[in-house]
């Protein structure tokens, strides 16, 4: 691990949690502080129900960077900022990286922040959670999620100090100039009810499933059509098709018929429109997600759908 720590040495720092150190090209890019508020910090992997989490009230401040560069692995990205925090007396309570974290479960149960601040491989991501005290009730803990793509890394940094008593809440949302999905790859917009590369997620309205059905009939389909021709005009851009469902059923079930919804759309847009497969990844969050009230029939349908979601783009 030392031997890595030279490859901060020498370079202006950043400010971020308690002060580490990133190199001079680490860019901001999301902020948010709150003086009371309370942080899930994760502390083991998705178990395939849920995430176990040490819940931490106090002061939180959550950073977001975009550090331009290829070369690096999430391993070497983090040692030195792990050095950094060990070397202040944290000690690490959570370290995986994404199949090992829980992959998609993981990725989407804890908190992120929205692209384009930060862009998440799902199959090539790392994360650690520190605490400095005792483990069931630290005075203070960090958590650290990265991703690289070929052209840069992201990491996002969450501090939280503990607070044994609050007086009145301060929050700060930073604003920060907003990134285009890869500054050195032209974009050609996707007209569509939603803005897909500021929101960096579009639902595919109008890809509709009934109540545990996971075909996909013939169509037509119109927002598809968009989204295929999107693809086609920025071939850098590599997105995940997210399936969702209602609440009927059980959660593992669910997972399965989302998966195999959103794998449903990416067939259709390999074999109807020529989409590379190796662009879309298919995952399922089941009834986690809702957009609307399952208490309803029309609040169900509207929860059976499929979500475009950016990851990156690639050169």
Do not use: W
Not at 31 to 56: C, H, M
Not at 140 to 155: E, G, N
């Amino acid at each position: 691990m030392k031997a890595l720590v030279p490859l901060f040495l020498g370079m202006a720092l950043s400010a971020p949690a308690f002060g580490l150190g990133l190199p001079t090209n680490a860019r901001l890019t999301a902020e948010r502080v709150t003086s009371n508020d309370r942080y899930a910090v994760p502390i083991a992997p998705f178990d395939g129900t849920q995430i176990q989490t040490l819940n931490l009230d106090g002061a939180v401040q959550r950073q977001a960077f975009q550090i331009p560069g290829a070369g690096q692995t999430t391993l070497q990205m983090i040692a030195p900022l792990r050095a950094q925090l060990e070397d202040s007396g944290f000690r690490v309570v959570l370290d995986c990286i994404a199949d090992q974290c829980g992959g998609f479960d993981f990725r989407f149960g804890i908190d992120v922040f929205d692209a384009p601040a930060i862009y998440i491989d799902l199959s090539n991501y790392q994360f650690l959670s520190f605490v400095k005290g005792p483990t069931d009730a630290p005075d203070a803990a960090v958590t650290l999620l990265l991703s690289t793509t070929r052209d840069a890394s992201y990491i996002q940094i969450v501090e939280v100090t503990k607070a044994d008593s609050f007086e009145t809440e301060a929050k700060t949302d930073r604003p920060v100039p907003q990134l285009d999905p890869s500054p050195e790859i032209p974009v050609q917009p996707l007209d569509g009810p939603t803005d897909f590369l500021t929101s960096g997620r579009l639902v595919l309205t109008g890809v509709d499933f009934a109540s545990g059905a996971t075909s996909l009939g013939e169509g037509p389909f119109p927002l598809l059509d968009t989204l295929a021709q999107f693809l086609t005009d920025n071939p850098a851009i590599q997105i995940a098709l997210v399936g969702h469902t209602d609440s009927v059923g059980s959660l593992n079930g669910n997972i399965r018929v989302s998966r195999a919804r959103a794998q449903a759309v990416k067939t259709r847009l390999v074999q109807a429109y020529n989409v590379n497969a190796n662009r879309i990844e298919a995952e399922g969050a089941g009834y986690l997600s809702p957009i609307a009230s399952n208490l309803s029939e029309g609040g169900r349908a509207s929860n059976r759908r499929v979500e475009a979601v950016i990851l990156r783009a690639d050169q």
